[in-house]
Every structure is written in structure tokens, then in C-alpha cells.
């Protein structure tokens, strides 16, 4: 039995705190370059040779590719991530708005002529044709499509 035991006592605190320290800087620097290199591929004004120059850079030499790559473009970089985040938005937006039926609603004039239609068809009784129609005429009903707003008048 001449294997060493390490305890817990054999591994300071401090050193703790450093491995803490490198490991969280080691996962930073992962996500830094991943960011990088999705930034390099989301870039439309950079041509195909620029892309695969600075994939090189950033793949062979790491740390200097990275680090030139913040100074030269850093700024770029962010307004990419803002314009990128706002076109999802109004992608976004726009399915909602397609989904939902944000289209207008209809005119009281079509909606009485839809109930007159029901009622000549038989579909539905005098007594309730005048429900709706006096419910058509007081503006009971929602005001706007659901997901949209209007201005106070």
C-alpha cells in the first residue's frame, strides 16, 4: 500500500478558487469564439475568401485570430446581433399577425347582410335575428382583432 491518499485538505481552498477562475475563463473563451465564428458566417457583406480568411485566422492561431477579429469588428459585430435580433422580431411579428387573422373586420353592413342571409336560409329564428342585429348596431362586439390595438379617438 504505498498509493498516496489525497484528502480534501491536500487541495487549499485557494487553489480551489484559481481552478474555479481558469475553468469559468475557459468556458468564456468557448463561447467568445463560437460567437465569432457565428458572426463571421452571419456577416452578408463579407465575400466567401474573407469568410475562409478569417476562419483560418481564428481556427489556427486562436487567441491572436480572436482578438483581432474583436478589435477589427467588435463594433460591426454588435450592430449584426441588434439588426439579426430585430428581423427575428418582425418575423415574429409578422407570423403572429398572419396567424391571428389580422385582418380587418367586417363592416356592420356585411355582418347585418351575413344574419339577413341566415335568417332567409332559416338558420336562425326572428327572435334571434334581432338579438344579433341589435348586438351589431350597439357595437357589441370586440372593437379590434385579438393581438392588435388602436389609437384613443
Not at 441588434?82 to 418575423?91: F, L, N, T, V
Request: net charge neutral.
Amino acid at each position: 500500500m504505498d498509493a498516496q491518499m489525497y484528502l480534501a485538505y491536500d487541495y487549499p481552498l485557494l487553489s480551489m478558487f484559481w481552478t474555479m477562475l481558469w475553468f469559468f475563463l475557459w468556458i468564456l473563451w468557448f463561447i467568445l469564439l463560437f460567437r465569432i465564428i457565428g458572426d463571421i458566417f452571419r456577416d452578408d457583406a463579407l465575400g466567401g475568401w474573407g469568410k475562409a480568411g478569417w476562419m483560418a485566422f481564428v481556427i489556427l492561431l486562436p487567441f491572436l485570430g480572436v482578438l483581432v477579429y474583436v478589435i477589427a469588428r467588435g463594433k460591426s459585430m454588435g450592430r449584426r446581433e441588434i439588426d439579426h435580433a430585430r428581423e427575428k422580431q418582425q418575423a415574429f411579428d409578422a407570423y403572429v399577425r398572419e396567424t391571428a387573422g389580422g385582418g380587418s373586420r367586417p363592416s356592420r353592413a356585411e355582418e347585418l347582410h351575413r344574419l339577413a342571409d341566415l335568417r332567409t336560409r332559416g338558420d336562425i329564428s326572428e327572435e334571434e335575428f334581432q338579438r344579433a342585429k341589435a348586438l351589431v348596431l350597439n357595437d357589441d362586439r370586440p372593437s379590434t382583432p385579438a393581438g392588435t390595438t388602436t389609437a384613443p379617438q
